[in-house]
């Protein structure tokens, strides 16, 4: 196992031992046999599994740990899983991550990259390209869905978006608001018509299209959002440093691999550190003064 640790703990040490005091002090021997990963329903349960194996798969031959994947119905559930010790590391979005930071003792370690291997995504909202809905004036009345309550982009930003830049209550703007529960299902949502307006992001929406789920060209996008910090890989704060710096080089190494970045359908991982979401913690704290304002 030591001969696999070797690219690993170089790879990562160059950029966690700072951020990681006492690396030099945990050894292997400290490390769980098993680990488990929690994996947000972006797309629903299944595909977030299916999504999560090639993380799976790079953490066990790096590592030579088993990796025990985990799914839930809904944020919530990976943020509890974590507060309560029965998952070791989660891929979250930027929100649930910083629910996680503050709830479950969660420190993330790397950050998703899109295609262009920009360290971010755009929100935006979604309706289907023959409804005649093309602007924000034109939703007004209709169904809107959200994703989940922990989503960045499929709620803490729209929801900013309607209380600072448009002055309005989206309880009264709109006929009726759902939450979906992922992305994957807002998206279908809109194409099929349950729902004529949604928040969603770009990367999601690549993934719905690329699996043949949806095409562009069933979409209008009449709001993006400015850009979002990349959703990250969390630890938990408790596990040995030196496990924490493997877990980040093994999935650094993913950026080598064409074929899972295939299946996870982005631009690989770079480092980031709790710092990177301070954006999100201020624009939760934008959604709430802007609330007590209505």
């Given at each position: 196992?030591?001969?696999?640790?070797?690219?690993?703990?170089?790879?990562?040490?160059?950029?966690?031992?700072?951020?990681?005091?006492?690396?030099?002090?945990?050894?292997?021997?400290?490390?769980?046999?098993?680990?488990?990963?929690?994996?947000?329903?972006?797309?629903?349960?299944?595909?977030?599994?299916?999504?999560?194996?090639p993380i799976a798969k790079q953490l066990?031959?790096?590592?030579?740990?088993?990796?025990?994947?985990?799914?839930?119905?809904?944020?919530?559930?990976?943020?509890?899983?974590?507060?309560?010790?029965h998952i070791d590391l989660a891929y979250y979005g930027p929100k649930s991550y910083v629910e996680a930071s503050e709830k479950a003792n969660a420190d993330a370690v790397v950050m998703e990259l899109n295609k262009d291997g920009q360290p971010g995504y755009t929100g935006i909202i979604i309706t289907k390209r023959d409804s005649g809905i093309t602007d924000m004036e034109k939703a007004k009345g209709k169904t809107f869905a959200f994703?989940?309550?922990?989503?960045?982009?499929?709620?803490?930003?729209?929801?900013?978006?309607f209380a600072r830049d448009m002055k309005v209550d989206p309880e009264k703007y709109f006929k009726e608001i759902r939450f979906s529960g992922s992305?994957?299902?807002?998206?279908?949502?809109?194409?099929?018509?349950?729902?004529?307006?949604?928040?969603?992001?770009?990367?999601?929406?690549?993934?719905?299209?690329?699996?043949?789920?949806?095409?562009?060209?069933?979409?209008?996008?009449?709001?993006?959002?400015?850009?979002?910090?990349?959703?990250?890989?969390?630890?938990?704060?408790?596990?040995?440093?030196?496990?924490k710096v493997a877990i980040a080089g093994s999935l650094l190494n993913i950026n080598d691999d064409p074929e899972a970045l295939q299946v996870l359908q982005n631009g690989g991982y770079r480092h980031t550190n709790d710092k990177d979401y301070d954006m999100i913690r201020y624009l939760k704290r934008l959604k709430a003064e802007l609330a007590k304002k209505k």
């Open positions: 196992m030591f001969g696999k640790l070797t690219k690993v703990f170089l790879a990562a040490a160059l950029v966690l031992a700072l951020a990681l005091p006492g690396v030099a002090n945990a050894g292997p021997k400290e490390w769980p046999t098993t680990l488990k990963l929690g994996f947000i329903p972006t797309e629903g349960a299944a595909d977030s599994a299916k999504r999560a194996q066990e031959k790096d590592l030579g740990v088993k990796i025990e994947v985990f799914t839930a119905s809904d944020y919530n559930g990976i943020i509890t899983a974590m507060a309560n010790n994703t989940d309550p922990n989503s960045t982009s499929g709620y803490l930003v729209p929801n900013v978006i992305h994957g299902a807002s998206i279908l949502a809109v194409k099929n018509g349950s729902v004529e307006v949604a928040a969603t992001n770009n990367i999601d929406l690549d993934r719905m299209i690329e699996k043949g789920a949806a095409s562009l060209d069933d979409f209008n996008i009449i709001k993006r959002s400015d850009l979002i910090p990349g959703a990250p890989i969390a630890v938990r704060k408790d596990l040995p440093a030196s496990l």
